[in-house]
Nanobody
Framework: QVQLVESGGGSVQAGGSLRLSCVAS????????MGWFRQTPGKEREGVAA???????TYADSVKGRFTISQDNAKNALYLQMISLKPEDTAMYYC????????????????????WGQGTQVTVSA
């Protein structure tokens, strides 16, 4: 089983930037889909961005052009660079790992990811 630990959340004003990090340990496997999800109280967990083992990326329409997902396989690390943040980006952000096919847009949903971090809170004020 892979363990995931997120960091980098915080409070910023609208228009600001944050960079989230996720470090994987344990039974890591290079042919995974790694993703970022977010969730607010009472709402379903939403896929934000994903990257597969070949570096192909998928983004939610709401974050395209503002968020960038990347990974450093040598460090078992996943990143989410967020710019031009909006109050509606406020949520708990989770790092997740799943099978490589889960990165395909049609399959990019929390149901297909089996390993999760504990989350890091992002709060964007107007």
């Amino acid at each position: 089983q892979v363990q995931l630990v997120e960091s980098g959340g915080g409070s910023v004003q609208a228009g600001g930037s944050l960079r989230l990090s996720c470090v994987a340990s344990g039974n890591t496997y290079s042919r995974n889909c790694m993703g970022w999800f977010r969730q607010t109280p009472g709402k379903e967990r939403e896929g934000v961005a994903a990257i597969d083992s070949d570096g192909s990326t998928t983004y939610a329409d709401s974050v395209k052009g503002r968020f960038t997902i990347s990974q450093d396989n040598a460090k078992n690390a996943l990143y989410l660079q967020m710019i031009s943040l909006k109050p509606e980006d406020t949520a708990m952000y989770y790092c997740a790992a799943g099978p490589n096919w889960a990165c395909q847009r049609v399959y990019f949903g929390y149901h297909n990811f089996g390993a999760w971090g504990q989350g890091t809170q992002v709060t964007v004020s107007a």
